[in-house]
Structure formats: structure tokens, C-alpha cells
């Protein structure tokens, strides 16, 4: 224990590099309106005020650049805007189109903005140079979330020596003090050709101080979002057809929100967003629709240790969902299925940033580590309804440190009557001790009674310690969750534990072909019960290279070992995976994770205790473009398990995706999916036609095919959907 805490010791003591002072901009207005074409040749850009003096932060600070960059800023009646222009030859400019909210992988610009400048949160704002627009919201580490959606738009040009993007970014898109003058502010852009990326304000290499190393924007105050409420009316039409069934009567219904003639169904739903005060904002949805959401990407189902974890698409539970991350996932919105009615209520009030969900869901799913709360498979639990609430406070002390209490209620509901329960309060802090010790705790208590009439509390811990700079990072973490500790509002599949988890990484960077990233990383974990049992532990080591030519590879080398009741399970594992985009019409990448695994699948075991089999799992992904508006991608995963190395073939569970796309326009795209699981014995074919010309305003086309594969393909169900909705700003 001595030799741990001398040596954070020794790294809190090496030197901290001298940090330039950040560049400053004075912000002009002008009522001059500005059109979006790309050019700036528009009056209003000779009174904006100029950022230049760029310098290279990508692959790291300090090198020679080999372009330049330069940028202007004003304020308009409504909105900022940002034009930024590129000294990279039309030649040398990679411009593929995309669906927006793609992360740019060409040549692209990016703006960041802290609108309160404390250093702790940010606006991302990304244009490629075909002018594929991204946004996303960054916390204080330096992580994006690319969810969230703002009104922003912008053009690009590209010219014979540079090329340029006007950016316009509405204030109603943004939460802000009226009365603070100064903004934090990010404006880089990179190039593809050179592999590197410019930036106005001089960054570290390792990005986890990126907000507090940004420059200033001031005579900021006085501005105002301009926007009180936004209607968002959607209105869907969906056909189905199960093949082999009579056509049945062709009979009308009627309920909330919907209608259904025949085969046919009418739903419409209303999104409702109240600006209450610049910085606080209300989000009603009525019988939302998310039809347009394309379904989850396949997943690998066989011998999984949890329920496999679902990626949230819809857009009403994105949109502010970083002020519900937590050390635990306890707000997991895919625990809410299909909710009738939805409220959120997200920004600040102050200092105090608050955030609220309030969910009525009549068809939620079954319960990720407790079938005790699940309504599945028990018609005594039919016609459930469960009302989900949720409460965050946030609140920021000084410059360095955070502190948040969460309120969560789930209840089951029927007819008005509570059958079962969960509440889970805690609190939680993150402090910036010195400019690399960051530190983390968090503490929370569960109450819940499920449909057993199980009365259970318990309770959860954390605590993490990070060490940080440019060449390396070391952390340690320690995390709880007692036995009946319930969380069902979020992702908590695993219990009854302690567990320590020890890491550090090692980043070198440079200009080098044969060396752009080199990073190492050792680590070591292990678990144990509330006995002091011994779980779990594993050992391992990884490395990330990046050479020049955009080729990467990674490999990692694991020791790990798992109790059982017929003593330990002790194995090896190993992953080597490589990525190329060194031409920029073919992307690919790929490899293989082959090792020992536990074989705990029930339909496996054959009545056995659960043993230590073997896997490989070989994945290969590759995307061609031909042209920038057409895109081709084809994707495989195949877990085989055996019996031992060398042994009897278990398990063969191949996925296969393939997609077609093609930009008619930046607004306007064709999709054509193709999916097969063998295990899920399930082919699946489905078109889309996409319009959408900005966030919440779509119009689409959408056809689907399901098939099974056994014992012959047949075409199982059919279904066409259409829809429409259309954001109003009053």
C-alpha cells in the first residue's frame, strides 16, 4: 500500500508544462443580415472580428503546420456566425456526403462553445466540407456526446487554393446568462491530406482539459434566444401484413392517438418545447412516434453473461441526457418502451443546473437483472402500466469542483394501484484537485418491493482517482452494489460485489509515418462478494499504433479467472483488430478475438456446470465510395464456441449487414438494409427514403421485410410506413 501512495505521489510531483495565455476576441454586431452560400463575400464579414495565429494541437502541439487556417466571428440579429476559411487545395480536400449527425471524416471545421466559460461543459458545432453538419455536447473531460440536436446550419465552398464554411448558429440553440459577457470558445479545423488539425487556441495533446484551455469571446451579453415555443406535430401511417393469415375483417378502431382501418394504422403525436427562461427548457411529447428510427444493429445473443445493452436512438430521451450520467447507469431509457405521455424538464436556474424526466409507459420491457419486476410470461401482471420519474440537481462550487443529488421512482401501476416500486436517492461529486488529479465519489441507497412482495434495500458506491497529462494516465477506481440494491430505471445487470479496477496508459505522439500514436496500457482488476469471496480477476495488457496513411492497429492480451461453484475457471484471451483509410474511396477494418470463454448458456451446458470452452470471433468491416454521395458498407461478426481448443464445435452464430446509401442532396437520402441472423433465423430487408432538411422537420418513406431463414426462406411479415412531422417555432 505504501509503494501505491508513494508513487502517486511522485507523479503528482512532475512537472506541469506552462500553459500559454488563451487568445482573445472582441465580438462586434451587426443588423446586417448574412446569406449562407459558403463564399463569405457578404458586407457584415469586414466589421467581424478576425481569429488567426493558428497552430497544429492534431497529432500533437508544437509541430510545424503544413496549412493554415483563419476564422471571423459576429453577432447577428439572431445568431452567431462563424466563418472559417482553410488553405488546403480543392485537390487535396476530402468531401464525402452523409446523414447529418455523422461524425465528419473528412476535412471538417469545428466550433466549441462554453457559454458560462467555467471550463465544464460545451456546445460542439462540426461542418464537413461537403457540408455534412454535426453537434454534440461536451463534459469536462473532453468527452462528445453526439445526441443532442441544435437549429444550426451552414455552407461550404470550395475553391481552387482553400476552401470555406459559413457557420450560423442561433442563439435559440443555446443556453445562456443574458448577462455574461465573456464566452469560451473553440474554432480547429483539420485536414485529411496533411493528418493534421489547426487550432486558434493552443491545446494539450491529451484533450481532458480542452474546455479550460479555450479562448475568450467577449461583449457577449445582452443577447437573447428569441424563442419561447416550439410544436412539433407528427402524424404516421403504417401498413402491415403477416404472411400466411387470413386478411380477418376489414374493421375500424379508434383510440388515443391512433386509428386503425384494416391492415392499416393512423397514429399522430404532438412534441411540444417551451423555452421558460433562456437557460431552462420543457419538453412535452404526446404519443411520440419513433418509426423512423432505424431498428438496433444485430447483436451476438448466444452465451451473453448480461441482456445485452440497447443504444438509445429516440430523440426525446437523447436531447439533455448528459446531466443523467452517472458512475452507474441508473437512467437507462430504454427501460421505457413506449411511453404515452413523456415531460422533461432540462437547463439552470443560476448556478444550479436541474434536469427532470417524468415518463407514463404502457408497454415497458422486462427487467434487466430481475425477472421479479418483469411483466412478461405472468398474466397476472397484464395491462401494467409503469410511471418512471426521475430528478437531477446539479450544482458547480468554485472553478474545480461539482456536486448532484438524483431522485428516481418507478412505479407499476395498475388501475391506479401500486403492485411494485423502486426509489433510488444518492449523491455525487467531481473535484478538479490539481491540473491532472481529478477525483470522483458518489454514493446511493435503493428501496424497491417487487411483484413478490420482496422488500429490499440496498445500496451503491463509487470512488475513482485520475492522473493526467499529455504522456500518460493512471486511475483507480473502486465501485459497490450491495445485493439488494434495484436500480430498474437503468442498466444495472450485475450485484453483490466489490470491485477495484487499477490502469495506466502511456501516449506518445508525433509527426512520424511509422509512429503518429503509440499507446500502451497495463491494468488489473479483480471482484470480490460481501464474504470477501474472491469473484473474479483479470490481468491484461493493449496497444493502440497509429502509423501514418490513416492504418491503425490494436491488440490486447488478457489473463482473467472466474469462480465457480466447481472451483476457478482460468483463461486467456487475446484481440488483434486493424483499420485502414488510407484511400479515401475504401475503408476498412477488422480482425480477431480468439481465447478461452466461459460457456454458461444454458442451452449449451446440456444439463453441465458451466465449463471453459474456447472462442473465436473474426469481424470485418469495409465501407467503399465510389463517389462522395454513395456509400456501401458490409459488416460480419461470427462467434464460433468449442468445447476446448481444438475441440467440438458448440456454437456458430455468423451477422451479416449489409447497407446501400445514396445523397441525392445534404437533406435528401436513399437506404436500402440488409440483415442476417442465423441464430435469430431472421432475414430482413428494409428501404428508406429520408428527408430532412433540419432537426425535427422530416419527411419519410420506409418499407420492411422480414423473413425466416428455417426450414426453407419465407417471407414472415411485410410493413410500409409513412411520415411527417414539421417543427413550428411560435
Same mark, same amino acid.
Given at each position: 500500500?505504501?509503494?501505491?501512495?508513494?508513487l502517486?505521489?511522485a507523479i503528482l510531483?512532475? !512537472?506541469?508544462p506552462?500553459?500559454?495565455?488563451?487568445p482573445t476576441?472582441?465580438? =462586434?454586431? %451587426? /443588423?446586417d443580415?448574412i446569406?449562407?452560400d459558403?463564399?463569405? &463575400?457578404?458586407p457584415?464579414?469586414?466589421?467581424?472580428?478576425?481569429?488567426? +495565429?493558428? #497552430?497544429?494541437?492534431?497529432?500533437?502541439?508544437?509541430?510545424?503546420p503544413k496549412? %493554415?487556417?483563419s476564422?471571423?466571428?459576429i453577432?447577428?440579429?439572431d445568431?452567431?456566425?462563424?466563418l472559417?476559411?482553410?488553405?488546403v487545395?480543392?485537390?487535396?480536400v476530402?468531401? !464525402?456526403?452523409?446523414?447529418r449527425?455523422?461524425?465528419? =471524416?473528412?476535412?471538417?471545421v469545428?466550433?466549441i462553445?462554453?457559454?458560462?466559460?467555467?471550463?465544464r461543459?460545451?456546445?460542439?458545432?462540426?461542418?464537413?466540407?461537403a457540408g455534412?453538419?454535426y453537434?454534440? $455536447?461536451i463534459d469536462?473531460?473532453?468527452?462528445?456526446?453526439?445526441?443532442w440536436?441544435a437549429l444550426?446550419?451552414a455552407?461550404?465552398?470550395l475553391?481552387?487554393?482553400?476552401?470555406t464554411a459559413?457557420?450560423?448558429?442561433p442563439f435559440?440553440s443555446?443556453?445562456?446568462d443574458?448577462?455574461?459577457s465573456?464566452?469560451?470558445f473553440?474554432v480547429?479545423?483539420?485536414?485529411?491530406?496533411?493528418?493534421?488539425?489547426?487550432?486558434?487556441a493552443?491545446v494539450? @495533446?491529451?484533450?481532458?482539459r480542452l474546455l *479550460?484551455?479555450?479562448?475568450?469571446?467577449?461583449?457577449?451579453d445582452g443577447?437573447?434566444?428569441?424563442?419561447?415555443?416550439?410544436l412539433?406535430p407528427?402524424?404516421?401511417t403504417?401498413w402491415?401484413?403477416e404472411?400466411?393469415?387470413?386478411?380477418?375483417?376489414c374493421?375500424?378502431?379508434a383510440?388515443v392517438? &391512433?386509428?386503425?382501418?384494416?391492415? @392499416?394504422?393512423l397514429s399522430y403525436?404532438?412534441?411540444?418545447k417551451w423555452?421558460?427562461t433562456?437557460a431552462?427548457?420543457l419538453?412535452?411529447?404526446?404519443?411520440?412516434?419513433?418509426?423512423?428510427?432505424?431498428?438496433d444493429?444485430?447483436?451476438?445473443q448466444?452465451?451473453?453473461?448480461?441482456?445485452i445493452?440497447?443504444?438509445? *436512438?429516440?430523440?426525446?430521451?437523447?436531447?439533455?441526457r448528459?446531466?443523467?450520467?452517472?458512475?452507474?447507469?441508473?437512467?437507462?431509457?430504454?427501460?421505457?418502451?413506449k411511453?404515452?405521455?413523456?415531460?422533461?424538464?432540462?437547463?439552470?436556474?443560476?448556478?444550479?443546473r436541474v434536469?427532470?424526466?417524468?415518463?407514463?409507459?404502457s408497454?415497458?420491457?422486462?427487467?434487466?437483472?430481475d425477472? +421479479?419486476? #418483469?411483466?412478461?410470461?405472468?398474466?397476472?401482471?397484464?395491462?401494467?402500466?409503469?410511471?418512471t420519474?426521475?430528478?437531477?440537481?446539479q450544482?458547480?462550487?468554485?472553478?474545480?469542483a461539482?456536486?448532484?443529488s438524483?431522485a428516481?421512482d418507478?412505479?407499476y401501476?395498475d388501475?391506479?394501484?401500486r403492485?411494485a416500486?423502486?426509489?433510488?436517492?444518492g449523491i455525487?461529486s467531481?473535484?478538479?484537485?490539481? *491540473?491532472?488529479?481529478?477525483?470522483e465519489a +458518489?454514493a446511493?441507497? #435503493?428501496?424497491?418491493?417487487s411483484?413478490e412482495?420482496d422488500?429490499?434495500?440496498g445500496h451503491?458506491?463509487?470512488l475513482?482517482?485520475?492522473?493526467?497529462d499529455?504522456?500518460?494516465?493512471?486511475?483507480?477506481?473502486?465501485?459497490?452494489i450491495?445485493?439488494?440494491?434495484?436500480?430498474?430505471?437503468g442498466?444495472l !445487470?450485475?450485484?453483490?460485489f466489490h470491485?477495484v479496477?487499477? *490502469?495506466?496508459?502511456f501516449?506518445?505522439?508525433? &509527426?512520424?509515418?511509422w509512429?503518429?500514436?503509440?499507446s500502451?496500457?497495463?491494468?488489473a482488476?479483480?471482484?470480490?462478494?460481501?464474504?470477501?469471496?474472491t469473484?473474479?480477476?483479470?490481468i491484461?495488457?493493449n496497444n493502440f499504433?497509429a502509423?501514418?496513411?490513416?492504418f491503425?492497429?490494436?491488440?490486447?492480451y488478457e489473463r482473467?479467472?472466474? =469462480?465457480? &461453484?466447481?472451483g476457478?475457471?482460468?483463461?486467456n484471451?487475446?484481440?488483434l483488430?486493424?483499420g485502414s483509410k488510407t484511400?479515401?474511396?475504401?475503408?476498412v477494418?477488422?480482425?480477431?478475438?480468439?481465447?478461452?470463454v466461459?460457456i454458461?448458456d444454458?442451452a449449451?451446458?446440456d444439463g /453441465?456446470?458451466?465449463f471453459?470452452?474456447y472462442?473465436?470471433?473474426p469481424?470485418f468491416?469495409m465501407?467503399f /465510395?465510389?463517389?462522395?454521395a454513395?456509400?456501401?458498407?458490409?459488416?460480419?461478426r461470427?462467434?464460433?464456441?468449442f468445447e476446448?481448443q481444438g475441440?467440438r464445435?458448440?456454437?456458430?452464430?455468423?451477422?451479416?449487414r449489409a447497407?446501400?446509401?445514396y445523397?441525392?442532396t445534404?437533406?435528401l437520402?436513399?437506404?436500402?438494409v440488409?440483415?442476417?441472423?442465423?441464430v435469430?433465423n431472421r432475414?430482413?430487408?428494409?428501404g428508406?427514403?429520408?428527408?430532412?432538411p =433540419?432537426?425535427g422537420t422530416?419527411?419519410?418513406v420506409r418499407?420492411?421485410?422480414?423473413s425466416?431463414?428455417?426450414?426453407?426462406l419465407?417471407?414472415?411479415?411485410r410493413?410500409l410506413f409513412? $411520415?411527417?412531422?414539421?417543427l413550428?417555432?411560435?
Amino acid at each position: 500500500m505504501m509503494r501505491v501512495v508513494l508513487l502517486w505521489f511522485a507523479i503528482l510531483l512532475l !512537472p506541469v508544462p506552462a500553459v500559454a495565455a488563451p487568445p482573445t476576441a472582441q465580438i =462586434s454586431r %451587426s /443588423r446586417d443580415g448574412i446569406r449562407l452560400d459558403g463564399k463569405g &463575400d457578404d458586407p457584415a464579414w469586414k466589421d467581424a472580428a478576425t481569429l488567426d +495565429a493558428f #497552430s497544429v494541437y492534431l497529432p500533437k502541439p508544437g509541430l510545424a503546420p503544413k496549412f %493554415s487556417a483563419s476564422a471571423r466571428v459576429i453577432v447577428g440579429r439572431d445568431s452567431l456566425y462563424i466563418l472559417v476559411v482553410t488553405e488546403v487545395p480543392k485537390k487535396h480536400v476530402y468531401a !464525402p456526403l452523409a446523414p447529418r449527425d455523422s461524425a465528419p =471524416s473528412g476535412d471538417s471545421v469545428e466550433i466549441i462553445i462554453d457559454t458560462a466559460a467555467t471550463g465544464r461543459r460545451a456546445y460542439a458545432f462540426a461542418v464537413s466540407a461537403a457540408g455534412v453538419l454535426y453537434d454534440a $455536447k461536451i463534459d469536462f473531460e473532453g468527452n462528445m456526446d453526439g445526441s443532442w440536436d441544435a437549429l444550426f446550419d451552414a455552407a461550404t465552398h470550395l475553391g481552387p487554393a482553400s476552401w470555406t464554411a459559413e457557420i450560423r448558429i442561433p442563439f435559440r440553440s443555446l443556453r445562456f446568462d443574458p448577462q455574461q459577457s465573456k464566452w469560451a470558445f473553440h474554432v480547429r479545423s483539420r485536414s485529411r491530406y496533411f493528418q493534421q488539425g489547426l487550432s486558434w487556441a493552443s491545446v494539450s @495533446a491529451d484533450g481532458s482539459r480542452l474546455l *479550460k484551455e479555450a479562448g475568450l469571446l467577449t461583449q457577449m451579453d445582452g443577447l437573447s434566444p428569441g424563442r419561447s415555443i416550439e410544436l412539433l406535430p407528427s402524424l404516421t401511417t403504417i401498413w402491415m401484413r403477416e404472411q400466411g393469415l387470413p386478411a380477418g375483417d376489414c374493421d375500424f378502431s379508434a383510440g388515443v392517438g &391512433d386509428f386503425g382501418l384494416c391492415t @392499416a394504422d393512423l397514429s399522430y403525436g404532438m412534441g411540444v418545447k417551451w423555452a421558460i427562461t433562456p437557460a431552462l427548457t420543457l419538453d412535452v411529447a404526446m404519443n411520440p412516434d419513433f418509426s423512423q428510427i432505424e431498428a438496433d444493429a444485430p447483436q451476438l445473443q448466444v452465451n451473453n453473461r448480461f441482456d445485452i445493452h440497447l443504444k438509445e *436512438k429516440r430523440p426525446f430521451f437523447l436531447e439533455g441526457r448528459e446531466l443523467f450520467k452517472l458512475p452507474f447507469e441508473l437512467v437507462y431509457t430504454r427501460s421505457i418502451g413506449k411511453p404515452d405521455l413523456a415531460l422533461k424538464l432540462t437547463g439552470s436556474i443560476g448556478r444550479v443546473r436541474v434536469a427532470s424526466l417524468v415518463a407514463h409507459d404502457s408497454e415497458p420491457p422486462d427487467s434487466v437483472a430481475d425477472a +421479479a419486476f #418483469s411483466l412478461s410470461g405472468n398474466a397476472n401482471r397484464e395491462g401494467i402500466a409503469v410511471l418512471t420519474s426521475v430528478a437531477r440537481v446539479q450544482m458547480d462550487l468554485g472553478r474545480t469542483a461539482t456536486v448532484g443529488s438524483l431522485a428516481l421512482d418507478r412505479e407499476y401501476l395498475d388501475v391506479g394501484s401500486r403492485r411494485a416500486h423502486n426509489q433510488v436517492l444518492g449523491i455525487d461529486s467531481q473535484v478538479q484537485i490539481t *491540473k491532472q488529479l481529478r477525483a470522483e465519489a +458518489a454514493a446511493f441507497f #435503493s428501496n424497491a418491493a417487487s411483484f413478490e412482495n420482496d422488500d429490499l434495500q440496498g445500496h451503491a458506491a463509487h470512488l475513482r482517482l485520475v492522473v493526467q497529462d499529455d504522456e500518460y494516465r493512471v486511475q483507480s477506481r473502486y465501485q459497490r452494489i450491495s445485493e439488494d440494491f434495484r436500480a430498474e430505471s437503468g442498466y444495472l !445487470p450485475r450485484r453483490n460485489f466489490h470491485s477495484v479496477f487499477n *490502469k495506466i496508459d502511456f501516449y506518445y505522439r508525433s &509527426d512520424n509515418a511509422w509512429g503518429r500514436t503509440i499507446s500502451p496500457g497495463l491494468w488489473a482488476s479483480g471482484w470480490i462478494d460481501d464474504r470477501g469471496n474472491t469473484l473474479e480477476r483479470r490481468i491484461g495488457a493493449n496497444n493502440f499504433w497509429a502509423f501514418g496513411g490513416h492504418f491503425w492497429l490494436f491488440a490486447l492480451y488478457e489473463r482473467m479467472g472466474e =469462480s465457480m &461453484d466447481s472451483g476457478w475457471l482460468d483463461g486467456n484471451l487475446g484481440k488483434l483488430h486493424f483499420g485502414s483509410k488510407t484511400l479515401d474511396e475504401l475503408h476498412v477494418s477488422g480482425g480477431v478475438t480468439v481465447g478461452d470463454v466461459v460457456i454458461r448458456d444454458e442451452a449449451l451446458l446440456d444439463g /453441465r456446470e458451466p465449463f471453459l470452452g474456447y472462442m473465436w470471433l473474426p469481424e470485418f468491416n469495409m465501407t467503399f /465510395r465510389p463517389i462522395p454521395a454513395l456509400r456501401l458498407t458490409a459488416n460480419y461478426r461470427q462467434r464460433l464456441l468449442f468445447e476446448e481448443q481444438g475441440g467440438r464445435e458448440i456454437s456458430s452464430e455468423p451477422v451479416l449487414r449489409a447497407a446501400l446509401s445514396y445523397h441525392l442532396t445534404r437533406d435528401l437520402s436513399l437506404r436500402y438494409v440488409c440483415e442476417y441472423e442465423e441464430v435469430a433465423n431472421r432475414l430482413v430487408n428494409d428501404g428508406l427514403v429520408r428527408y430532412e432538411p =433540419s432537426p425535427g422537420t422530416v419527411f419519410y418513406v420506409r418499407y420492411r421485410e422480414q423473413s425466416v431463414l428455417e426450414p426453407s426462406l419465407r417471407m414472415e411479415l411485410r410493413s410500409l410506413f409513412l $411520415k411527417l412531422s414539421i417543427l413550428f417555432s411560435l
